[in-house]
């Protein structure tokens, strides 16, 4: 009898440490998807610059394949050149993302080694902002480059399922 109820609390013990971890990752998670771990929030945007400052990257470093998500990039004045500046995007990140907008509409697209050049017209008097609407369509994290005028950028971005 005092055996069975040794072995009753062992029991008891280790059903209440399973129980506190679970409760431990349940709120693990929570946490985290409302950081913007998960997705959206807080901390799932970032912004990269390049070393000059002449271009910034703004985009979500967490997103979710096959779900639109934006990026911005603005180019400072400096990068025109005869009223035109080009945009190239190099690296595993851009095989792994349908491009589906572009915001302003490049004069020129096409594609270079690993990757794809943008051109856009534009006036050289003020910062020139643009906007990319993408679906990523490959799951985890893909490296890529933006380049403007010799400037390059570096970002990370990882899909989740």
Do not use: K
Request: no cysteine; hydrophobic share 45%; aromatic share 8%.
């Amino acid at each position: 009898m005092e055996l069975q109820s040794e072995e009753r609390q062992a029991f008891q013990r280790r059903e209440w440490t399973v129980q506190r971890f679970g409760i431990l990752v349940l709120v693990a998670f929570i946490v985290a998807g409302f950081l913007g771990l998960l997705g959206a929030g807080p901390l799932a945007t970032t912004t990269s610059s390049s070393s000059q400052g002449m271009v910034t990257v703004e985009h979500d470093w967490i997103v979710r394949a096959n779900a639109e998500t934006t990026m911005h990039v603005r180019i400072a004045p400096e990068a025109v050149e005869n009223d035109t500046v080009t945009l190239e995007f190099t690296g595993p990140w851009v095989s792994g993302v349908d491009l589906e907008s572009i915001s302003p509409d490049p004069v020129e697209q096409h594609a270079i080694p690993d990757g794809t050049a943008l051109t856009f017209m534009v006036e050289p008097s003020s910062d020139i902002d643009v906007s990319l609407t993408l679906i990523p369509q490959e799951l985890f994290q893909r490296e890529a480059q933006v380049t403007v005028a010799e400037e390059t950028v570096l970002f990370n971005q990882f899909a989740l399922p």
